[in-house]
């Protein structure tokens, strides 16, 4: 099973995204009001190995209500290579649309956006086309940021049900993580390009140098020449304003495609998640 789905991601990520099911929108119970969500499934009545996908600070939505292309191209890519894709919408079910410019978040990635992980795995475990022991996480920027959190080993969940597989996260901010002596309980996987401006390589390398002999596997990939968003198609590189955490307090990132970036990780990425 593992070598079918590492073989089957690497020719779709070099023939380009295979037939998928269309994406479902559900919605997870919550002891507050429902969570709603995004749903890939592969065709077939699986079981199949799950991953929870966490959104950017951008939301899971564009204003017109349509999934992100970027995030519905990941989606749509490992599921037609076998995997379950959840993406539970933290920013929709509070009311709110982007957050890149908020600087006092009302959903925050170590707290709100845990508790939504929390709920999209008990989600997951309910459900019968889902293996229960192969869940993964993937998260993109503010989205990795809580992911790396959730794989802290004083986040185990305290259920006696299978805790999730591995995790691979895109360009996360890693500051605070590092100041608060991060390590992590199981493999994860941190790509991030070399000229982010937004959040930082240095800052990951040292978090990851850091909990080296504590840890369990953390493998960081730095992208040559990336930026920011290195893994969108066709993402001319633009200079974004009003972002509320840039390194330099000036507010201005850069962002855009590395195609070269872009092909590893859509190789590198399933793989991971397929261990």
Not at 60 to 68: K, Y
Not at 91 to 103: D, F, I, M, V
Not at 267 to 274: A, F, K, T
């Amino acid at each position: 099973m593992r070598k079918v789905i590492a073989l089957t991601a690497i020719l779709l990520a070099l023939c380009g995204t295979a037939q998928a099911a269309a994406p479902e929108t559900i919605e997870i119970p919550t002891d507050d009001k429902p969570l709603p969500a995004v749903l890939y499934r592969p065709d077939g009545d699986g079981p199949f190995p799950a991953i929870i996908a966490l959104h950017g600070c951008d939301g899971l939505r564009s204003n017109a209500g349509r999934v992100r292309i970027p995030l519905d191209d990941w989606g749509r890519r490992l599921s037609t290579a076998g995997f379950i894709v959840l993406f539970p919408d933290s920013y929709s079910a509070r009311g709110l649309t982007h957050q890149c410019s908020n600087k006092t978040p009302n959903v925050r990635p170590d707290r709100e956006r845990v508790a939504d992980l929390r709920a999209a795995r008990d989600w997951v475990h309910q459900q019968d086309f889902a293996r229960k022991d192969r869940i993964s996480l993937l998260g993109w920027a503010n989205g990795g940021i809580t992911a790396l959190w959730a794989v802290r080993p004083n986040l185990e969940p305290a259920d006696d049900r299978p805790d999730f597989r591995s995790a691979a996260v895109f360009y996360p901010g890693c500051r605070r993580l590092g100041d608060t002596a991060w390590s992590t309980r199981i493999p994860t996987l941190i790509l991030i390009g070399a000229l982010d401006d937004w959040a930082p390589a240095k800052n990951c390398e040292q978090m990851v140098a850091g909990a080296r002999k504590r840890s369990a596997l953390a493998v960081i990939v730095k992208y040559k020449g990336a930026h920011h968003y290195f893994d969108r198609e066709n993402s001319p590189l633009r200079h974004r304003r009003g972002m509320a955490f840039a390194p330099d307090s000036s507010g201005r990132v850069t962002t855009g495609t590395n195609n070269e970036a872009r092909a590893d990780a859509l190789r590198r990425v399933p793989q991971w998640l397929g261990r």
